[in-house]
Nanobody, 131 residues
């Protein structure tokens, strides 16, 4: 079993930056994909960024060049550095994990059923960007 705990959300003005963290507690696995997802009120949950155990990363088009996903394996922590934030980035942000040798960052970031694909989810952290 794995528990994911997000932190780092908050309120910023347009153009500002935030760094989200997702600490993983429990069992460790050598093969995995982890991702950041977001859900705004009235909208479906969407993939933002993903990373796999090979270190490959992938991003939604809407955040490319602005967001960076990274991990610190020694700390069992996933990060999302968000720069040049826009009001449309306002959402609840979740980290998620799936443990499998057959997941790949470039495909899993765009999965249409993330709730069915990722077995572990954090509780979410709110990001609000004002104009």
């Amino acid at each position: 079993q794995v528990q994911l705990v997000e932190s780092g959300g908050g309120s910023v003005q347009s153009g500002g930056s935030l760094r989200l963290s997702c600490a993983a507690f429990g069992d460790s696995y050598s093969s995995y994909c982890m991702g950041w997802f977001r859900q705004a009120p009235g909208k479906e949950r969407e993939g933002v960024a993903a990373i796999d155990s090979d270190g490959s990363t992938s991003y939604a088009d809407s955040v490319k060049g602005r967001f960076t996903i990274s991990q610190d394996n020694a700390k069992n922590t996933l990060y999302l550095q968000m720069n040049s934030l826009k009001p449309e980035d306002t959402a609840m942000y979740y980290c998620a994990a799936v443990f499998s040798p057959f997941c790949y960052a470039n495909t899993i970031v765009a999965v249409t059923t993330p709730d069915r694909t990722f077995g572990y989810w954090g509780q979410g952290t709110q990001v609000t960007v004002s104009s």
